[in-house]
């Protein structure tokens, strides 16, 4: 029998929303104040989470339990699959001696670690979003981090800070392909008005990174390249989403941003050189920061045959991972290989039911078993290639992989966790009790629909899950309110990039590539702050937007 969601099961909202935010705030307030094991919390927010599932939205106990289950998949494959094999990469040149080649080689452009952040973390992380999403860069620029000298809280908060501006757009433009699917809108339209919004932002981030990193003094002493990575980031973001589409924004630019810093960096430094890699703020865990006169740049005595060795596996996997986001070569390879096992009992048998959509419709349960084409399998195929071309035995890498799986395994339980509470909560109807919450706000709508793709994000850890979860809702809202739909669908993607940085799984997946497992406390705590000012900053600039159109469409319009 179909079980339909019920939205306000104590027939009071705010009691209802009390209920529904029982599970996040277990989970957060065990991560964040308890300092509990990342996966005791989470493990601890799924019960949590099930238990008001059943006991006060109603829902059965095997569809809720089939629920967890099938988050626990998806949290191992695709997302999972991910961690583990970076972490396997990283290990494969760490061993051989590369990472630290790649690490000394990045001071031949610069030798300031504020610049080297602003190259790797924005730059480089930018581009692996756009290309692959889902926890890449954020484990790609956290390990290149920690083996560059960063503290583990640097490199994983910075690191969650950096990945934002670029989520909107990105594993080829996913987010928007499916809030455009969810919502009815045109495409081009919704891929447009976010890239009439995250430009402020791509320009604003870098300069808040190196604030966050090495404080306004530190920040001053190099905005100028900080200024040629924002703007040479947000005009191709602009000029792409808005005349070309959302599918190669990030990539281009991103490949523009790490161009047109590196060359500035050939001709201008700052005057003081920035050596420490704890940063200046709070969340050091060196005794001070080492700003002194020195090279801008130092010769790192290594050939130009070393450093391309070093850079090798780094090059193949940028190339394997763009290729996987492809959707042909998606597509190819899903031909070649895919399983889909609807999940029985729970496919279609979950109704979505008004205010949250035009008319009641069930949701699908179907867990795809896509192994060829998930990134996580371009990112396993660039580690054996490179493996190889360093000189590794099958024999080797086995062992190595072995080791990666030991030393991760908290952390892929964590993960599971997670999914699974942020499914249970989707399909039981717990985050649309938040979102309604949400879109009973009357005239301040516009800020806090903003904030219902932040909370998506949060409990999903996807700002494509959040288009999904609350694009109909967003859409629903807005038209009732008089609002443009199309700008309240774009704000639930451009206000959910804000919530990546605080959502568990990108957190775990963080503190895997820092080698700090058991911090996710830590990372959280320093990352929240950041994470809602950001966010209450796209939500002034859709205000903006909402009320005074005529002026903002003559500066951003088309």
Known sequence: MSWSQVYDPMNNIWLSTLFASLPVLVMLGGLGIFHMKAHRAALLGLATALAVAVAVFGMPVAMAGKTALLGAAYGLLPIGWIVINIIFLYHLTEQRGQFKILQESITGITNDRRLQLLLIAFCFGAFFEGAAGFGTPVAVTGAMLIGLGFTPLAASGLSLIANTAPVAYGALGTPVLALAAVTGLPLLDLSAMIGRQLPFFSVLVPFWLIVAFAGWRGMIQIWPAILVAGVSFAVPQYLVSNYHGPWLVDVAAAIVSLVCVTLFLKVWHPKAIWHTAGGASAMTQSAGAAVVEGEARRSHGYSA?????????????????????????KAFLDGVSIFKFPIDGLHNMVMRVPPVVAKAHPEAAVYTLNWLSATGTGIFIAAVISGFLMGYSPVEMVKTYGRTLYAIRNSLLTISAMLALGYTTRYSGLDTTLGLAFANSGFLYPFFGTFLGWLGVALTG?????????????????????????????????GGVMGKMIDAQSIVVAAVATKWHGHEGKILRFVIWHSLALTALVGLLVMAQAYLWPFTAMVIGR
């Open 305 to 329: 045959a070393e450093v391309r060795r070093a850079w090798m596996p780094w090059a193949i996997l940028s190339v394997l991972v763009f290729l996987w986001g492809i959707p042909e070569v």
């Open 462 to 494: 996807s700002d494509t899950a959040s288009n999904v979860l609350f694009g109909s809702l967003q859409k629903v809202s807005s038209e009732q309110l008089g609002l443009p739909p199309t700008l309240m669908a774009a704000a639930n993607s451009s």
